[in-house]
């Protein structure tokens, strides 16, 4: 089987690390957290940073002031062009995308066009344990973080988590006294891979991939090639960590000239972890030995017990002990936003998975529960099929509320199924689950879709719907 189609390049003007930034002139495309700490780090190190942003927010004057303070240039709305007039490298926000008319005149330039997290990667010199997937990415990461802390090994935990890796490069004006890390983990998305040329993990971690984001990649290909260059610079001397229950990952990791590992809720593997009746266990250089019994692992759903399989594969190796590792696992809390449980009331249990923002991740949810459920989904559609929602919520759930622009989309696949009602609002929706549910049931709030119909990121919409919850009497 042949690796996913290649996808067409920013630009492809070779891109190599520049020895001397003192006055050299680079732009920052997007003043948000990564635009933010990329313009920091280029600041610290002498480079003549400019910085355009077509899209303001509320504290972007106080924000634009304090860069102007240290020499930056700032420009805005119609004014953005007139900053990348001159210029010798572009980093561009995850945000912008590839197709953008500015990136396309500055890749005809010949200019190159890097990333926050290809900047940082020129910088670490700490293994970087990249991890990237449609689903699960966060939990994944915020996991790897907690077994090699608790194994007393010094990790950075970031990326698209929140902390960009820009972050975790040692300041040169203000040296930390404490010690550099000792790994970089990383959650990678899709739209940050876009940029990489050299960005090189010692271990990219690939965790499952189904459709999502089909609103900014043209294709389903185009999405997958993007994931699948998490492999792109690895040698021989590197790791790709596979889900081996997705044959699409699978196919996609043949690719890669480093070493595998897998992981698997459904067989034995040759080297990694896997479930084996109620044990996980690993085969890792010849020797098969157990790990943790499954019930060991607070966590629900066989996709978070996946989650934690793929950072016990990490954890080994990287030399943590299985001790430390279930120990890690046990103690960690629950995601905010995903399957959080927020609140019971009147007999109902309301769990929040406000991250769950495609159609994959809000299967995986439904799946995750026994009790009967009441669903509310729905937001901005990203191009997801929610039809493979049928079977679900044909046998679990008893009745379905939509908010959002998807509800039409959503309401032609769903309303013969199952009782449907359309909400205004969030807390209109709540008011509707809570008619539908009985004592024992559960309203899961777990959208199917983007949040920025409504709200300005899936944390802000989780927030709201426990504001909602919280206020119920």
Not at 227 to 251: G, Y
Request: proline residues 4%.
């Amino acid at each position: 089987m042949e690796p996913c189609g290649a996808m067409e390049a920013v630009n492809v003007t070779p891109v190599f690390p520049i020895v001397s930034w003192q006055n050299k002139r680079v732009t920052v495309f997007g003043l948000g957290r990564s635009g933010r700490a990329a313009a920091d780090l280029l600041l610290d190190i002498g480079a003549l940073v400019t910085i355009v942003e077509e899209h303001t927010s509320q504290d972007f004057e106080s924000t634009a002031a304090a860069y102007g303070l240290r020499g930056a240039q700032v420009f805005r709305g119609d004014a953005v062009a007139d900053g990348l007039r001159d210029l010798e490298l572009l980093v561009v926000s995850p945000g912008v995308p590839k197709d953008h008319r500015l990136l396309k005149e500055i890749g005809q330039r010949g200019i190159p066009i890097i990333g926050e997290i290809e900047l940082a990667g020129w910088f670490l010199r700490a293994p970087i344990i990249a991890v990237t997937g449609t689903n699960g990415k966060s939990t994944t990461v915020r996991l790897i973080g907690s077994i090699l802390q608790q194994s007393g090994k010094r990790a950075f935990v970031g990326g698209n988590l929140g902390i960009p890796l820009c972050e975790a490069v040692p300041k040169r004006t203000h040296p930390s006294p404490t010690p550099d890390y000792e790994y970089i983990v990383a959650e990678v998305s899709s739209f940050q891979l876009e940029t990489i040329h050299r960005f090189r993990p010692w271990i990219a971690a690939l965790l499952n991939v189904t459709p999502d984001h089909l609103d900014r990649h043209p294709t389903q290909e185009d999405y997958q090639a993007a994931k699948q260059r998490i492999f792109e610079n690895q040698t021989n001397q590197d790791w790709a960590l596979i889900n081996a229950d997705d044959p699409v990952v699978r196919a996609m990791a043949l690719s890669a000239r480093s070493g595998i590992c897998e992981f698997s809720l459904t067989r034995k593997v040759e080297q990694g972890v896997y479930l084996e009746g109620g044990d996980i266990r690993a085969r890792m250089h010849g020797d098969d030995f157990l790990l943790a019994s499954r019930d060991a692992l607070p966590m629900r759903g066989n996709h978070n017990v996946a989650n934690a399989m793929a950072a016990m594969n990490i954890g080994l190796l990287c030399g943590c002990s299985a001790e430390d590792m279930v120990r890690a696992l046990r103690t960690t809390p629950t995601f905010e936003h995903a399957l959080e449980v927020v609140r019971e009331w009147q007999g109902i249990t309301f769990v929040n998975d406000s991250k769950g923002t495609n159609v994959d991740a809000t299967l995986k949810a439904l799946q995750s529960f026994h009790e009967p459920l009441v669903l509310i989904l729905g937001g901005k559609d990203k191009g997801g099929d929610f039809s493979q929602l049928v079977d679900s919520i044909t046998r679990q759930v008893k009745g379905v509320v939509i908010i959002g622009e998807a509800t039409q989309k959503i309401l032609q696949t769903l309303n013969q199924i199952r009782p449907v009602t359309l909400a205004t609002s969030l807390t209109d929706a709540v008011s509707q689950a809570v008619a539908f549910a009985s004592r024992g049931d559960v309203v899961l709030f777990s959208p199917a879709c983007a949040s920025f119909d409504m709200f300005r990121n899936y944390h802000h919409r989780g927030l709201e719907f426990k504001r909602v919850v919280g206020e119920l009497q």
